[in-house]
């Protein structure tokens, strides 16, 4: 017998079992070989609170902590197994400590459920990937501003409804993405806080007699404080982790535009940039071809993410308070959402790093019409006529445009954030305040 919850009259290796084993398990124990070093962790914690409330005594605890970190060991030489029968990583590492050290590795799991064991590893697990995005963001970022800073006289067509609007620069383009980038890096305190607070010692949601001090156990794995009531443990699971991969959308709907407008703009219809054909793919029949295959799946993987939030979504609708089983399958959505997010930043990054303007099809491209707003804004300076009657007449009379230099136009733009001034140094020195 392997589970937890099975006694010696459950029939494990019936057909009606097998079946039911395979469906309630699912991938769950595949999935968990990514937080085991979490509950790991979390483990030791609760050991030592064991031994604080007089549970165990001294060499047990030690005998529990140094087997715990013998597993960490066999982890990380990938080696440490969780079979399906075992259901998941709580009871293959609590059967490791039981082969290793008797009745005293049964001991582990006095005052906790692994309704708060998972739960646990999960914000740990969170809280550091959530770090890792950050640092990311903030790469991604720089990079973008780099290319900006390096491309700062450079002219482009800006766009509305994609067709040609007003005049552009390459810096100005650059420079909105990076600053999404940096707005969203900003706005993680608020995930940060709800992910930050500790569910270990709550149990199955309602608490336990033994003296653990849930306080000293938040402090020691690093939260900011334990969740008050029991019960919030499991009424935040999913709803956390909801928001939680919501944030992370958000980063790879910036993903997304950016490689949409990178596809456009290498296309042979723009040329503005040219991407390293390092970074490009050819065709099994078309020898001519460079795709921006790169490009084209960073689009796509905003669509898993969006799918994994939509999929959060509906699995805690119309669940009543304490835990159910659905919650299982919340785990999944963060653990993709965190790897395809990871992934796509970095995808950016190359991106980015093998990206180079075309400055002759720029400049070509920033034809007269870009300049019939700066035209009707001449017209308003020079004959103190209002805007909308200016505007009528460059309507009229469009022959106007060519009377605007695009070169002296660049000049007068000293506005902040406007093509001739698009605040790449302003910007860099919010990038330097993140995370210091």
Known sequence: MSKLWQDKNTDARSEAAKKMEAFTVGNDY???????????????????????????????????TGTLNEIRDVWEKGEFEIRVEDEDMHTAIELYLTEKLGDLGKKIHTGRSRNDQVLTALRLYEKEKLEEILREIKKTAGLLLDFAEKTQDVPMPGFTHTRKAMLSSVAQWAGGFAELMIMQAESSSGIQALINRSPLGTAAGFGTTFPISREAEAEKLDFTSPMICATTAQLSRGW?????????????????????????????????????????????????????????????????????????????????????????????????????????????????????????????????????????????????????????????????????????????????????????????????????
């Open 30 to 64: 595949i999935l968990d070989q990514v937080l085991v070093p979490y509950d790991l962790t979390a483990s030791a914690v609760h050991a030592e609170a064991l031994h604080e409330a007089g549970i165990i005594n001294g060499d047990e605890l030690e005998q529990l």
């Open 240 to 436: 956390v982790e909801l928001q939680l991969v919501q944030y992370l959308n958000g980063i790879t709907a910036i993903l997304n535009r950016l490689a949409s407008d990178i596809i456009l703009f290498t296309g042979e219809s723009y040329r503005f940039f040219d991407l390293d054909p390092a970074i490009c793919t050819g065709s099994s029949i078309m020898p001519q071809k460079k795709n921006p295959d790169l490009a084209e799946l960073l689009r796509a993987r905003h669509s898993l993410v969006a799918g994994y939030a939509g999929t959060l979504q509906m699995a805690i609708a119309n669940l009543t308070s304490g835990y159910h089983r659905d919650l299982q399958l919340t785990k999944e959505p963060v653990i993709k959402s965190f790897e395809n997010t990871f992934e796509m930043l970095e995808a950016a990054q190359l991106l980015i790093e093998n990206m180079q303007p075309n400055q002759k099809q720029l400049e070509d491209a920033c034809t007269s019409e870009l300049f019939a707003a700066e035209a009707a804004y001449q017209l308003v300076k020079n004959k103190g006529i209002s805007f909308r009657e200016a505007y009528m007449n460059l309507k009229e009379n469009p022959a106007l445009v060519s009377e605007i230099n695009r070169e002296d136009l660049m000049k007068e733009f000293t506005q902040l954030g406007s093509p001739g001034n698009p605040g790449i140094s302003e910007l860099k020195d919010q990038l330097n305040k993140l995370f210091v």
